[in-house]
């Protein structure tokens, strides 16, 4: 089994700054793209940020300039550094994993989420 376990999430005032991990843990071969969703109170779930197993990273234009995430491989983590919040960043934010269980020719990369973890800029 393959968990993935957030943290970092919480309260901040507009402006204020924030850092999001999301580590991965159990049954892992190879992991591929890790990253991050959100989803607000009456909204879908939208992409935030994600990036590849190669360092690569993508962005959602709400969010380029302010957001930046990052990895660890080593740690199996990945983080979400988010700066200049706004009202608007408030959602539940969930981290994702691609992730390959075993070496064996019949395994396939698999998505795995996260619980969520709530942030909520607001005065």
């Known amino acids: 089994q393959v968990q993935l376990v957030e943290s970092g999430g919480g309260l901040v005032q507009p402006g204020g700054s924030l850092r999001l991990s999301c580590a991965a843990s159990?049954?892992?071969?190879?992991?591929?793209?890790m990253g991050w969703y959100r989803q607000a109170p009456g909204k879908q779930r939208e992409s935030v940020a994600r990036t590849s197993s190669g360092g690569s990273t993508d962005y959602a234009d709400s969010v380029k300039g302010r957001f930046s995430i990052s990895r660890d491989n080593a740690k199996n983590t990945v983080y979400l550094q988010m700066n200049s919040l706004k009202p608007e960043d408030t959602a539940v934010y969930y981290c994702?994993?691609?992730?390959?269980?075993?070496?064996?020719?019949?395994?396939?990369?698999?998505?795995?989420w996260g619980q969520g973890t709530q942030v909520t800029v607001s005065s």
């Open positions: 159990g049954n892992i071969f190879s992991i591929g793209a």
């Open positions: 994702f994993a691609v992730i390959k269980s075993g070496s064996a020719w019949y395994e396939r990369y698999e998505d795995y």
